[in-house]
């Protein structure tokens, strides 16, 4: 079945310093995978998905199938980047259901 | 562009009373519509998906009959929690979705937040 794991429910990072949320998946074949953010009282949006390789707000995230890891980086992390990330992936054989991971809120210290 | 609205943001009801929820897509026709729920502190758990025109899709474990949803037009969807108790209250997320293809984005709504007293 497909599974996304992320394991920190909450991750504090000093600003400046480099962040890496985790992301750990289960799926059969090749999977696509998303990160969205939810920044406070803010809706749920996509950051960034695998596929297209772009960079969003200094974010990268590699698609890993060795270690069927995601996880989402960036190297100097910002006051703005506080918020709760969400990794996600489509369900098998139904691709407009996407399966989210618990979350992690990251939380940028001054 | 691809902005979905949400009606109410919050809403408190009686137990044993029924409240409506909106979900519309402002700029774009949505081909599909998804109703979440997502419970303090937890993930968003998806509970329907519906296709203008046609019943919506339920997920396992959800009650058809408890939340009902109706999706009249393509930039219209509601989710109606009929008999609410205590334990619906949630936030409940729309999302929706433009055209179909292997993966289209879905666009999040603001959420409504559920109260039921």
């Known amino acids: 079945a497909q599974r996304v794991t992320q394991p920190e429910k909450l991750l504090s990072v000093f600003k400046g310093a480099p962040v890496e949320l985790k992301c750990n998946y289960s799926y059969s074949g090749s999977p696509e995978l998303f990160w969205y953010v939810q920044y406070s009282r803010q809706r749920l949006q996509l950051l960034l998905r695998?596929?297209s390789r772009e960079s969003i707000k200094g974010f990268t995230a590699d698609l890993n199938k060795g270690e069927t890891s995601f996880h989402l980086k960036k190297p100097f992390a910002q006051e703005e980047d506080s918020a709760m990330y969400y990794c996600?992936?489509?369900?098998?054989?139904?691709?407009?259901?996407?399966?989210f991971g618990k979350g992690t809120r990251l939380h940028i210290l001054p | 562009g691809a902005v979905v609205s949400q009606h109410p943001s919050w809403v408190i009801c009686k137990s044993g009373t029924s409240v409506k929820i909106e979900c519309r897509s402002l700029d774009f026709q949505a081909t599909t519509m998804f109703w979440y729920r997502q419970f303090p502190k937890q993930s968003l758990m998806l509970m329907a998906t519906?296709?203008?025109?046609?019943?919506?899709?339920?997920e396992q474990g959800v009650e058809k009959d408890k939340f009902l949803i109706n999706h009249a037009s393509l930039t219209l969807s509601t989710l109606t929690v009929t008999s609410a108790h205590p334990e619906d209250s949630s936030f409940y997320i729309c999302?929706?979705?433009?055209?179909?293809?292997?993966?289209?984005?879905?666009?999040f709504g603001p959420g409504t937040r559920l109260t039921v007293l």
């Open positions: 695998h596929i």
């Open positions: 996600a992936l489509p369900a098998l054989n139904r691709d407009d259901k996407i399966i």
């Open positions: 999302s929706a979705r433009a055209g179909g293809g292997p993966w289209n984005e879905q666009f």
């Open positions: 519906s296709n203008e025109g046609s019943k919506a899709t339920y």
